[in-house]
């Protein structure tokens, strides 16, 4: 059984601050990972997207990926009130369409 | 922008009941899903078919099945709706670009209430 996990929360954090968020896998062959952010009431949708090792940055929102300890994490810098919502860890299968997700943390960015 | 539709966003039923929960997308993707998302425990698949005609069951496959006639459309059908199965039903669709599978877009989701 391929898993992803995460810590379900909930994370609080002051606006402005960086928000952590972590997530392990258990496939050591798996080659890329996703990030989704689930607003309460919500459908996911794709927020961050890494296939190599090191940082990914976009805007705000930097994605690190470390194989050879099978974690990645999500930062957000400068915390919005907005950004609170579940973040949902996604890690295909090695060789197939399917995609495990995590259970998603929750994080609350207080004002 | 690719568009997920499902048919409903909220259903109530009674147990026992032959419940049709339909998925379209616009944007001619192979793979398409559905799962389930309850409190506690993330999202769950329940099947998912990667050709029109061709179907694979996900983790949670047992009261379910599938249909996928069209390459737009995938069906999710419960042969007879029991009260366990109340929960957020969502339907992705996904493509492969550049050799790696890429990202799932979800449809608006649909609630069911089974009483």
Known sequence: ?111 | DVKVTQSSRYLVKRTGEKVFLECVQDMDHENMFWYRQDPGLGLRLIYFSYDVKMKEKGDIPEGYSVSREKKERFSLILESASTNQTSMYLCASSDKRGGQWYEQYFGPGTRLTVT
């Open chain 1, 1 to 111: 059984q391929k898993e992803v996990e995460q810590n379900s929360g909930p994370l609080s954090v002051p606006e402005g601050a960086i928000a952590s968020l972590n997530c392990t896998y258990s496939d050591r062959g798996s080659q890329s990972f996703f990030w989704y952010r689930q607003y309460s009431g919500k459908s996911p949708e794709l927020i961050m997207f890494i296939y190599s090792n090191g940082d990914k940055e976009d805007g705000r929102f930097t994605a690190q990926l470390n194989k050879a300890s099978q974690y990645v994490s999500l930062l957000i810098r400068d915390s919005q009130p907005s950004d609170s919502a579940t973040y949902l860890c996604a890690v295909p299968f090695r060789g197939y369409q399917k995609v495990t997700f995590g259970i998603g943390t929750k994080l609350q960015v207080i004002p």
